[in-house]
């Protein structure tokens, strides 16, 4: 009775759920349930536990012009959703202390919803990163962070797609479309080969560009528990509680990476997604 009860409880929590979602977003791509997205997350999780053991006795891959196209596109779509979302922020005047989302059907409003699914696929193309490592056998870059950042990543967005697509949310896909433009740049030209390694000495400075990116979220999330806004104040916890926790591992691996790592020995670091 008790499991039966339970049960219930979750297929009403869900339905409920369901019912406050944003209606224009039904007809999109993998938005209409959860489960396609749960489905892909799985086929990753099994993917990362049993990619690795299948290539023991492979040869890694010499994928090096391939990466060099993925990173370059990468930073072309990033700095495009990068673009459309400032253009959304600035037409409409959005404030960072408290902006509504608009679910009419104004075409600005469409707009929005139409670049927050793209900058939660985006996500999902990023899924590939792990397969690319798993193929060059480069197992030690598949850390929990990696693995933790890359499913994570894909529940939120798709969560911001489904219930809060513009308004208050717009400052996240802007600050972390910047941030992957830089990103993907800095793996485009690593992938390229050392004859670019001379001009690759920032790389510190890109996780400390992460990781002001999670301060920012995290203070913008944070006010917004204090004043009055039309927006789902559950987004914003759930908005706060994944930032604290990527920042917590981003700044663990910055301590052992750039501050341990440099006690111990002057040899280069690498980060959790070196391409």
Known sequence: MLVQELLEDMRGWYNDSMG?????????????????????????ILVVLHGPRMMEQQKPLNLRWLLVGYNFSM??????????????????????????????????????????????????????????????????QITFLHVYHHTSIVVV?????????????????????????VMYLYYGLSAIGPCMQKYLWWKRYLTMFQLTQFVLMLVHAGVNFFVECDF????????????????????????????????????????????
Request: hydrophobic content about 50%.
């Open 20 to 44: 406050k979602a944003d209606p224009r977003a039904f007809d999109l791509p993998l938005a209409q349930t959860p489960v396609p997205i749960l489905s892909i997350l799985l086929l990753y």
């Open 75 to 140: 930073v072309a779509l990033s700095f495009w959703i990068f673009v459309k979302t400032l253009q959304m922020a600035i037409r409409g005047r959005f404030s960072l202390v408290c902006q509504p989302i608009d679910y009419t059907d104004r075409p600005d409003a469409i707009e929005a919803l139409y670049v927050g699914w793209l900058f939660f696929f985006s996500k999902i193309i990023e899924l590939i990163d792990t397969v690319f490592f798993i193929l060059r056998k480069k197992n030690s």
């Open 157 to 181: 967005t798709w969560s911001g797609m489904k219930w809060v697509s513009g308004g208050q949310s717009f400052l996240y896909p802007l600050l972390n479309s910047l941030v992957h433009v």
């Open 232 to 275: 789902p104040k559950l987004f914003d916890k759930l908005l706060f509680t994944y930032a604290a926790s990527i920042m917590a591992l981003f700044l663990n691996f910055y301590f052992r990476a750039y501050i341990q790592g440099k006690r111990r020995a002057p040899s280069v670091t690498r980060t959790n997604k070196n391409k």
